[in-house]
């Protein structure tokens, strides 16, 4: 299994990035996958997830209302788009497989991550 992760980058306050992540060795319809970040000494943060049960999404607080989670399951990939950037979303964003549902960051599977800083 394996997922790699792309699309970050710099981009002022205000703007938007759309982050890739593409599955292989898993169908990504078949496993609940969710996008977290960590920021350097911070805890690794939650931001959204899509459910295996119907594709539903879940999303955690610092996503609320300025990010989506998609997937395209023909090509096997999930994306993030984020808008409304604000400097405290720089991190190194992940996505992941969880082993136990959304957002519970039991992560079974993640990939090298995408760094994306937003300048104020």
């Known amino acids: 299994v394996q997922l790699v992760e792309s699309g970050g980058g710099l981009v002022q306050a205000g703007g938007s990035l759309r982050l890739s992540c593409s599955a292989s060795g898993l169908a990504v319809n078949d496993h609940p996958i969710s996008w977290f970040r960590q920021a350097p000494g911070k805890e690794r943060e939650a931001i959204a997830c899509l459910s295996k049960i119907d594709g539903s999404p879940y999303y955690g607080h610092p996503a609320a209302g300025r990010f989506t989670i998609s997937s395209d399951n023909v090509k096997n990939m999930v994306y993030l788009q984020m808008n409304n950037l604000k400097p405290e979303d720089t991190a190194v964003y992940h996505c992941?497989?969880?082993?136990?549902?959304?957002?519970?960051?039991?992560?079974?599977?993640w990939g090298q991550g995408t760094q994306v800083t937003v300048s104020a």
């Open positions: 992941a497989v969880e082993s136990f549902g959304c957002l519970y960051m039991k992560y079974t599977t």
